[in-house]
């Protein structure tokens, strides 16, 4: 509850009890996400002292529900042209080695770091997990960016393919215009833009690092 506001937070009511106009008022009537034509009839209701931080209220006009933050409204959830300061990102550690099929789980992490070197090409599969495809989570027109990192030895081990649910996307394009190999006594970095263009039909920019 917000500090200095009268709503009242949440309250068991029991068989019997008598409401009061205050429990009416705080627990029931500024607690609920009530429903206007436009931000003007909002505002011409809960004028102040009426109007209380924490409430919310939904604007028929525009399909968006608002809430005050103590000094002004605010559209709930609206991120657009947002700043970001220093976001972090969550990344998946595992001891490997690269051999095979290896499955990127976009949500668990979108950065996938091995630990121990390659012991044969592999193929990076990126998926939403075992039971979740990128597909079913991904709208037309977004993207995803995802990191696989991996020590390769004294052999250039190195993706032989690339995967979006267990098939080749429409395209692949890399950085430089042709295909990298492997570096041997390296850490190799591999960058997958994944932009989805249709139903279960994706394109890809990649870009392999090389860090030693």
Same mark, same amino acid.
């Given at each position: 509850?917000p500090? =200095?506001?009268?709503?009242?937070?949440?309250?068991?009511?029991?068989?019997?009890?008598?409401?009061?106009?205050?429990?009416?008022?705080?627990?029931?009537?500024?607690?609920?996400?009530?429903?206007f034509?436009?931000?003007?009839?909002?505002?011409?209701?809960?004028?102040?002292?009426? !109007?209380?931080?924490?409430?919310?209220?939904?604007?028929?006009?525009?399909d968006?529900?608002?809430?005050?933050?103590?000094?002004?409204?605010e %559209?709930?959830?609206?991120?657009?042209?947002?700043?970001?300061?220093?976001?972090?990102? %969550?990344?998946?550690?595992?001891a =490997?080695?690269?051999?095979?099929t290896?499955?990127?789980?976009? %949500?668990?992490? *979108?950065?996938?770091?091995?630990?121990?070197?390659? #012991?044969?090409?592999?193929?990076?599969?990126? !998926?939403?997990?075992?039971?979740?495809?990128?597909?079913?989570?991904?709208?037309?027109g977004e993207?995803i960016?995802?990191?696989? +990192?991996?020590?390769?030895?004294? #052999?250039?081990? +190195?993706?032989?393919?690339?995967? %979006?649910? =267990?098939?080749?996307?429409? *395209?692949?394009?890399?950085?430089?215009g042709?295909?990298?190999?492997g570096n041997?006594?390296?850490?190799?970095?591999?960058?997958?833009?994944? !932009?989805?263009?249709g139903?279960?039909?994706?394109?890809?920019?990649?870009?392999?690092?090389?860090?030693?």
């Amino acid at each position: 509850m917000p500090i =200095g506001s009268p709503n009242a937070g949440y309250k068991t009511f029991n068989t019997g009890d008598v409401l009061t106009a205050a429990q009416v008022q705080y627990h029931l009537q500024n607690q609920t996400i009530m429903t206007f034509a436009t931000a003007a009839a909002r505002d011409a209701a809960l004028t102040a002292p009426i !109007r209380q931080e924490g409430m919310f209220a939904y604007l028929a006009d525009t399909d968006s529900v608002t809430f005050y933050n103590g000094t002004a409204w605010e %559209v709930f959830g609206d991120q657009t042209l947002a700043t970001l300061t220093s976001p972090k990102e %969550v990344n998946t550690t595992a001891a =490997g080695p690269a051999t095979g099929t290896v499955n990127l789980d976009v %949500v668990t992490s *979108s950065i996938l770091i091995y630990t121990s070197d390659a #012991t044969a090409d592999w193929t990076l599969n990126v !998926r939403g997990n075992s039971t979740t495809t990128l597909d079913s989570i991904m709208a037309t027109g977004e993207q995803i960016s995802v990191v696989f +990192e991996t020590p390769i030895g004294a #052999t250039a081990y +190195e993706p032989t393919a690339f995967t %979006v649910d =267990g098939s080749a996307p429409a *395209s692949i394009k890399w950085l430089g215009g042709s295909t990298p190999i492997g570096n041997i006594n390296s850490t190799d970095v591999y960058v997958y833009t994944i !932009r989805k263009t249709g139903a279960a039909t994706f394109t890809v920019l990649a870009s392999q690092n090389k860090f030693a």
